[in-house]
Each structure stands twice: as structure tokens, then as C-alpha cells.
């Protein structure tokens, strides 16, 4: 069957993962808990920040996880409410920052248009919050490219349930065996799989190295900037 649909994980896949993350998780930290850049950056590492490379590790919470698990590393002892306003803390205190420091990989709207010229219909699926993603693709300028942005706390799993894919074959109408998962973790390949995707596309434009996921995909390019002339020529 034919791709008639492209799903594209987020954070290093559409945005620049470390230049963006890495610059704002180290402010809020210091923020929420008065220590300096060397604690914050101990608390970091502890959810995946690579401190010697300035990177996420590939396959760390940081990388790939939503934001409850990210909070659930970072405050432990807290559960219940106490929880969720560390949660809503991250994903909406700090929008400010976010509108400073997010950074696209490419000039994303050629690629996205290019795409949607050749009859494909786009979608997110992040990890991230909804508000949080709705966000960032508005301000990066590319939103109205997206049939949908399916976000963590929109589904009942996240990645990798495969309830993303398989949620945005119900809102397009598209089966899901047209569609092809785009995302540089090993979370986006798997939910590939168990969301029946006819494609796993890997992208080495994240913190996965070739040797992390390649194994795990159906293709490897080095960035969705290639994604046009693949799907030309499968």
C-alpha cells in the first residue's frame, strides 16, 4: 500500500531537541528549586542530560518521555496533586522561555508544503503535552501544515502504544498501513510497529545514533530535509 499519510514525532525530528531543551530545562530547575547551573544540571542528568556532551542520551526520559515521567524522575516523593503542579508548572510557567530559545532544525515549511504538494496529509506525535506542541508548531510557523497534533495526555497510552498512530488513521480516515511514522528515538519506531504504520522512518537529526535505531527502521535518513525524494522513490 501506498503512504498517503506522514506522522512526525517533534523534538528532534522538527525541533531542535538539545539546542532548545537542553538551555530551558536548566533555567526552570534553577528557577523551581533555587539551586545553581551545576545543580540544575545534576538533576538533569539524573532524567537522561549527558553532561560531558551537552546532549540528551539517546532513549532518556529527556529524549523521549512525556512530562509526567520526566517530573516523576526529578520529584519522586511527590504524587497526586502535589505531582500535577510540577507537571502544569513545566508545561505552561515557562512559555516564555520556550518562545526565546525554540529553534527548528531546518526552515521547516518548504519540507511541510513539499509534502502536502505531493497529496500527503501530516500530522504530529510527541511525547510532549498538547498545549505544549500546539504551541511550539504555532510558533515555529507551521501549524495549519498539521491535520493533527496528537500529544501525550491526548491518547490513553503514549508512545509507544501505538494509540498515536492509530488515533491519527481515525481522524484521517487513512489506513493505518498508509502511513509512515517519522521520529529520531526508538520510541517513534516501535510505536510504528504497534500502531500497524506501513513505514518506520528513522532520522538521525535527535540524539539516536545510526547504530541506536536504524535496526529498528523500515529507512534512515539523516533528516526529514531527505523525507520528500524517499517517498518519491519507494
Known sequence: MSIRGVLFDKDGTLIDVNATWVPIYRHVLMDLLGVDQDGAEAMMAKAGYDRASGRFRAGSALAGGTTRQIAAIWW???????LDEKIHALDNDYTHLVRERLE?????EPILAELRGMGLVLGVATNDSHVSAIAHMTHVGVVDHFEDIIAADTVPVPKPSGNMVRRFA????LPAASIAMVGDNHHDMEEARAGGAGLAIAVLSGNAAHEDIAHLADHTIASIAELPSLLRSL
Open 76 to 82: 519522586p516523593d511527590l504524587e497526586g496533586d502535589a
Open 104 to 108: 527548528p532544525l531546518m526552515p521547516l
Open 170 to 173: 481515525e481522524i484521517t480516515g
